[in-house]
């Protein structure tokens, strides 16, 4: 009975083996497939004994088994992927917001603001040359009103790029829903292979691709089970539990602050109605943007433009007409900030007040001064070359940030990938010691055969 023992030693090490050889292709037909992990037989000897009683405990060897497949994942160094993906995401959306906001404002740009109020004190100046020319009061007039559309335009796009955010912030939302109710399938088949002790591998894979997909979206805590199900929450709103997934929804409501803009506040609710706090991933970022960075931007325009009215309508009240009026605004501010060109002079260049108050409507002093205050560091054009100085320093520091942040991410999900990847030099080399193993337990089979053939013809013929 030795020699049948034998036979099934080296049979089960062709079975082992041939999974082995199995396995590491598996690993190399998916050497680029994202989210793979490769994985690996563990092997344990089968330990046949019996109990005598005389002889006591008899120990034979029964070969090789197959105890798992495991699957090579660093938890660690893959949570710590998953969270650096995030955070790179939201750095780097922050970045893009506030680089479309700075073209939006156009900065110093030909045609900007900056151009058309530059513009605008030109022709002041101009006019200080000729205040009896009604043309020359009519290209201010027409300056004036550039001066205005151009501000009008900024706060549109502002406005625009506001409502784009919204559309975004919104769209991740939904794309947070559809990735929660697939993980929860996922959970649901996991849950059952693991019960049927079937290999789950695949699905844990697909499974860990689709949670690093949502944490690049928001800062979720991810917790594993023993039944190999995981919950997932956000702000601690389940999104996923039990096979089971929730959906959370963006939400706009009225706020005193944003209302002077003309804006509304937006929130993520849960199923329960509570406000959700985001804490990181592309979501948090949109919400920053929505309720911060570009209100923010917007009352910086908002305060040049109320500089200007007020800069530019103190000097012109102190001045006269060439229709001797004076006490006249040349711009108005609207509800919600809007500059306008005054109904006090809009289309009556004869109100232009070029001249000093006692000099005549001839004098020029006025125009001058309406001029100068291109020149001081503290009028209209300083406010604004200062706003737009600071806004490119946020948007190169928020720009080298996201650059860290990715660079971090990358370094991060390289060492997870070294932990978990497939090698192909590691692969081609245990599948040269897989083979050179299974050929041995082949020729130990014929060996055995062999023996057990000689053993079964050749009894008995002895001596004859």
């Known amino acids: 009975m030795g020699d049948f023992s034998s036979l099934n030693i080296a049979y089960t090490g062709l079975n082992a083996h041939q999974k082995r050889i199995s396995v590491i292709g598996e690993n190399i037909a998916n050497v680029d497939t994202p989210g793979y992990h ?22 034979t060897g029964g070969g090789v088994e197959i105890t798992d497949i495991a699957r090579m994942r660093n938890q660690i160094l893959s949570e710590h992927a998953r969270h650096q993906s995030g955070v790179a995401s939201s750095r780097a959306r922050t970045a893009d917001t506030l680089q479309q906001l700075e073209q939006t404002v156009g900065g110093l740009n030909p045609g900007g603001i900056h151009d058309q109020m530059t513009t605008l004190f030109n022709s002041f100046d101009d006019l200080s040359g000729a205040p009896e020319d009604p043309a020359m009061r009519s290209v201010v007039l027409q300056r004036a009103e550039n001066v205005a559309q151009g501000f009008a335009r900024t706060v549109s796009g502002i406005n625009q790029l506001r409502d784009r955010t919204i559309a975004n912030a919104t769209d991740t939302v939904r794309s947070i829903n559809s990735i929660s109710e697939q993980i929860a399938v996922l959970d649901v088949e996991v849950a059952g292979a693991i019960a049927v002790d079937a290999d789950p591998n695949t699905l844990l894979d697909k499974r860990d691709l689709l949670v690093s997909e949502l944490s690049s979206l928001a800062a979720v805590d991810v917790i594993q089970s023993e039944d190999g199900q995981v919950t997932v929450s956000l702000d601690g709103q389940l999104l996923v539990t039990n096979g089971r997934a929730n959906s959370i929804a963006i939400e706009t409501s009225a706020d005193a602050a944003l209302g002077a803009l003309g804006y509304g506040k937006v929130v993520v609710v849960g199923p329960g109605g509570r406000e959700l706090a985001v804490g990181g991933g592309a979501l948090a970022a949109d919400l920053t943007a929505i309720a911060q960075v570009i209100p923010d931007g917007r009352r910086e325009i908002d305060a040049v ?12 009240q102190a001045g006269v007409g060439l229709d001797a009026s004076t006490g006249l605004d040349m711009f108005e501010i609207g509800p919600l900030g809007q500059l306008t060109v005054s109904a006090d002079v809009a289309g009556q260049p004869e109100k232009v007040a070029a001249a000093a108050a006692g000099s005549g409507q001839l004098d020029n002093t006025n125009a001058r001064l309406l001029a100068q205050l291109a ?12 706003s737009v100085g600071t806004m490119a320093a946020t948007v190169a520091s928020a720009t080298g940030s996201a650059e860290a942040a990715q660079a971090a991410s990358a370094q991060a999900e390289s060492l997870a990938l070294a932990a978990g990847g497939v090698s192909l030099d590691e692969e081609l080399t245990d599948l040269i010691t897989a083979q050179r ?23 008995g013929l002895v001596g004859r």
Do not use: F, K
């Open 38 to 59: 490769r994985q690996r037989v563990q092997l344990s000897p089968i330990d046949n004994h019996s109990v005598g009683l005389i002889t006591g405990v008899n120990r």
């Open 305 to 316: 433009a109320l500089e200007l009215a007020n800069q530019v309508n103190a000097a012109h």
């Open 375 to 386: 020149d001081i560091p503290t009028g209209p054009l300083g406010v604004l070359v200062e």
């Open 437 to 459: 193993s299974y050929e041995a337990s082949a020729r130990l089979m014929t060996a055995i055969d062999e023996m057990l053939q000689t053993l079964i013809n050749r009894t």
